[in-house]
Each structure stands twice: as structure tokens, then as C-alpha cells.
């Protein structure tokens, strides 16, 4: 079974920028299509980005478009995710997820908090 370990969160300022990664460990990272996902007070998760298990094919959600790159290495079985030019409405909890190949995603990994605010 596949472990996700998300990191980098952090307190940034407007126009800033971070870059959040996700180690996997376990599984084959290459087999797994990768998302992260966001979720703030009182509002529903939010899939902001993800990549092809093929890493040849990526989404983004219009709030996030021009700003944020998610990329993966598979060397490092790792999926970054780029964030620059930061809005406060970008605070929220960041989660990290895996999806076998084209299906639902499974396997979760813990939030890191991400905060833009003056």
C-alpha cells in the first residue's frame, strides 16, 4: 500500500510563492495518477491539481490556473506542487492523494497547511 507524506506548507505572503511535496513510499509510484486537493473552513475539498500516472497529462482548477505546476519524479517518488503569485483565498489544509493508474483516489496522505496572509 502506498504512504503519502506531504510537506512545505507554511505562512507566506501575498504574491508569494511555495512548493508543497509528497513523497510516496510503497507501491509503485509510477502506476499511481497523482492530485492534490485543498480544503478550507468551512468549505468543501477542493481537487486543485493533478498528473497522469504517465506524467504526459495534468489538471488544474480555474482558481489555480497560471499559477500553480504540479510535477512529479519518479526517481524521488515525489509530486510537487508548484504555488506562485499566493491570494489569501489560497489558505487551506493541502492534502495529497494517489489513484491507481485511472481510478478513484485511495490513499490520502496527511495536510499541510498553507497560509497567505499579510
Known amino acids: 500500500q502506498v504512504q503519502l507524506v506531504a510537506s512545505g506548507g507554511g505562512l507566506v505572503q501575498p504574491g508569494g510563492s511555495l512548493r508543497l511535496s509528497c513523497a510516496a513510499s510503497?507501491?509503485?509510484?509510477?502506476?499511481?495518477?497523482m492530485g492534490w486537493f485543498r480544503q478550507a473552513p468551512g468549505k468543501e475539498r477542493e481537487r486543485v491539481a493533478e498528473?497522469?500516472?504517465?506524467?504526459?497529462?495534468?489538471y488544474y482548477a480555474d482558481s489555480v490556473k497560471g499559477r500553480f505546476s504540479i510535477s512529479r519524479d519518479s526517481a524521488k517518488k515525489t509530486v510537487y506542487l508548484q504555488m506562485n503569485s499566493l491570494k489569501p483565498e489560497d489558505t487551506a489544509n493541502y492534502f495529497c492523494?494517489?489513484?491507481?493508474?485511472?481510478?478513484?483516489?485511495?490513499?490520502w496522505g496527511q495536510g499541510t497547511q498553507v497560509t497567505v496572509s499579510s
Open positions: 492523494a494517489a489513484a491507481l493508474y485511472y481510478g478513484e483516489y485511495k490513499r
Open positions: 510503497g507501491g509503485t509510484f509510477d502506476s499511481f495518477k
Open positions: 498528473i497522469a500516472w504517465t506524467g504526459d497529462s495534468t
